[in-house]
């Protein structure tokens, strides 16, 4: 068994020289802490860790899974003995998972609740929210949300150490579409601050209270990436790993998210991972006298051998050199003894055997010479064991002097780094302090500044307004005055010119068709024609109230009153015969409120800002027919024409040829009334209004009467 031992030291120390010239001093540490020869952490710590990225009714997360993960991981590493990875709970997933959780908790020394995914706050109180979360009301959370209390009662037992870690700052998509049943229901924008009940508990969240964090653009937030870098540190106390946490994110996001700790610990360091006892690799002589003790450990030529090749001089190679000396000194002891007692057995043997005597004198020489070299060797390596006890002895007290003075000036240097460290965190928190009240100084001036702003410019914007008001119904006024003043100006002379054209071609065309016709039919054709005339003149008024003309109220159905009628047929979807002024067609305008027909301008005119405008062309162009300014191309000038020979009158015609005329025109012709309409329609139909062309019209009209 003792053999079997020292075989297995024997073997565990060749791995760790082998894997020192490999690595070096600083390495051979971790070597000996994997071989169990640093005690492991001795309290129970346990953590929870729940991701949720897949939520069910708001878009999803990408990194909630990925930050869980990672935290899992490095709890583990840290050698925490229970850690258990949750993803995508619903709410009964979610309460069965901390249910399960606070057995492991309630007799354990540190418990660390670690929760990625979407929170919120209503009134004050901080939710966390699972995947199937719908929260159409405020009052749903407390239904299908797990409030942060919840979490805090689950680690409540733990002896040493409670954290609750929220990765759950992020811009909520719940709050967008949540229903308040109370109007004075606070929904808040990131999570509440809060302050824990019991000592030694801390709370961490990603971003401060009333702020949101960033879910990041990597594989794992801002947050998460910042704690897998500090937390593992061995020896790095808790609250200065969220510092430098801290710090790496104000960093990565310019400035915009900032952590934030919640409750206080006692003046103990709390590391997640243990300090490593094996100093830094600037002090080689501490791991070579570890690798020191482990020879004496194993005590064998070929362990002082290894150690001598690797640490070639200085105190403890000589210190191993004297121990192989002391060690192969005590082996040549043991074999000269187990020599002579071979030969005495050799001796004893031929005695027994009745050997000669000459025999037996050598055997007895022989193990006498052999006893006499074994006791020479004892004397020799008892006396070799006393110098080199006495060497090894004052080599240990100018150890234990230097280890003394090295001691000494470790706490030294570990009480200015203590101090130091206490100063820049004083500082730090100093100017903290000085930059929140510069910033709540200066956020309050400029909101004065602003308020005093805003006050300025809407009471000018109003006096602007009001100003503007007025001048636009002043001008709106006089607008309409002159508009009106105008339109009854030009109404009174249009009527005043149209009744003294009406009444002389009446009068002709009384003198005419009395001449024509017996005097019933002229009576009967003159009402008629009276009765035309109105409606011409009335549904040529009608049509350019609404806006389907431009020209004056006339009695000529002429080809722009025609235009009229065709562009509210289009308009008002009627199917009203144009060549005709009809009373249907009448009736309908006059039901039409005003503005059916886009304006239509006549021959010279063109729409402008709601008015018909006439054309005035350049010098060298004038208007065309299709009411465009062309240039005007000049061409000499020919001699007139001898004026034509007047025709002659025409003979009245005899009596008797005379007499059948009235009696052709009642059976070619139709009816009188007929007849004097579908002149009226050709005579009409080339020309617009105005006193000249009323007077052409009337030519024409007299030419189709009398069938020319």
Known sequence: MVQQTADLLMRTFRSIISAKRALGIAGLSAILIFCGLHPAHAERRVALVIGNSAYQNVAKLSNPAND???MAATFKEAGFDVVELKRDLKTSEMRRALRDFSDA???SDVAIVFYAGHGIEIDGANYLIPTDAVLERDIDAFDEAIPLDRLLAVIEPARKLRLVILDACRDNPFVKSMKRTIASRAIGRGLAQVEPGSANTLIAFAAKAGSTASDGDGKNSPFTAALVKYLPKPGLDLRKAFGFARDEVLKSTGNRQEPFIYGSLGGEDFPLVAAVPVPAASNPGQAMRRDYELAERVAT???????????????YAKLAQAQRNKLEAEQSRLAAIEKARLAEEERARLAAEG???????KAAADAKAAAKSAEEARAAAEKKTALEEARIAEVERAQAKAAE?????????QQNEAAKAAEVERSRLAQQTRLAEDARIAAENAKAVADAKAVRERLALERAKALAEVQVAEAARSKAEAEAKAEEDARVTAAKARA???AKAAEAERIRLAALAPAGAAAEDGKARGSSEDITRSLVSELRRVGCGSTAATDDWNVAAQKALAQYNKHAGTQFDVKVASLDALQS???????ICPLVCEHGFEASGGKCVKIVCGKGYELSEDNACERVVRQKKEKPAPAAAAPKPRAAPAPE??????ARSRTAGGSMEARIAQCQLRAGGREGGGARNANRSFQRLDACLRGQ
């Open 500 to 502: 003294a054209e009406q």
């Open 355 to 361: 050997a000669k005597a000459t025999t037996q004198a």
């Open 105 to 107: 908790a309630r007799d």
């Open 657 to 662: 040829a005379r007499q059948p005329e009235p």
């Open 589 to 595: 305008v006059r039901e039409r409120p005003a503005g």
């Open 405 to 413: 003075e090295a001691r000494v000036a470790a706490d030294k240097k």
């Open 301 to 315: 030529l070929e362990a002082w051998d290894l150690f001598i090749a690797t640490y070639h001089d200085g105190f």
């Open 68 to 70: 869980s993960a990672a």
